[in-house]
């Protein structure tokens, strides 16, 4: 069995800010705070370094992407509809700490983020992401259509329920609240919003992903 590869975490926002060499010391400083904003690196002088710049610069960053496809399927495939947004979550653990958001597809902007949670999936947070878009679009009167990566958020929200097998707890009240509100605004709310699968084989990592990976 081959060996895991140690990593090291930045803290930019949270209980103390830092560098730790540890998921769980990482995980101490982010719990149950608001905003919280880490990433892991594979060696201490990147952490370091990502440290002492903005956590903006860091988040998302991911190497050039090369798609193992055809030029043919790429073609059958075609290009991103950038009148879009791009919903993603990210979950350390299964359940673990979680959180999603949404952004603009082509430009990356931010435009809405929650979490993290303290014991949520990432399946929780694919959901709430794209109801949270939905809410988004209709409130601004918007044509843009939904990316996400989720096939399983995608069948949640079609039967307007949220099938997870997480139980209800202390720790994960405040998420389940969010979900009973997102479940509610499906049953109450219509809504002509496209919800479309990111080809992530053909376009690489959805614009929205936290690159923590």
């Not at 400083?29 to 892991?40: H, M, R, V």
């Not at 002088?45 to 710049?53: F, I, N, R, S, Y």
């Not at 609240?177 to 699968?197: F, H, P």
Request: one cysteine or more; proline letters at 2%; glycine letters at 8%.
């Amino acid at each position: 069995m081959s060996k895991k590869k140690k990593k090291y975490y930045t803290v930019w926002k949270g209980h103390k800010v830092g560098v730790f060499d540890s998921w769980n010391d990482c995980k101490a400083q982010i719990n149950n705070y608001e905003g919280a904003q880490y990433k892991s690196f594979e060696t201490f002088d990147a952490a370091k370094k990502a440290l002492d710049g903005n956590y903006k610069d860091y988040i998302g960053k991911k190497k050039v992407f090369q798609s193992s496809l055809s030029e043919e399927q790429l073609k059958k495939i075609g290009q991103p509809n950038y009148n879009s947004i791009a919903v993603d979550a990210a979950s350390s653990g299964n359940p673990g700490i979680m959180e999603y958001r949404g952004v603009d597809t082509k430009t990356k902007k931010q435009l809405f983020i929650q979490g993290p949670f303290e014991e949520g999936t990432n399946n929780i947070g694919e959901f709430l992401a794209i109801v949270h878009g939905l809410a988004f679009l209709k409130k601004h009167n918007s044509n843009r259509i939904i990316y996400t990566d989720s096939k399983t958020a995608i069948s949640w929200v079609k039967r307007k329920t949220c099938n997870t097998k997480l139980e209800r707890n202390i720790k994960n009240e405040k998420l389940f609240e969010l979900v009973d509100k997102a479940v509610n605004w499906l049953k109450t709310n219509t809504y002509k919003t496209v919800i479309v699968k990111w080809e992530t084989k053909a376009w690489g990592e959805i614009p929205a992903d936290f690159g923590r990976k």
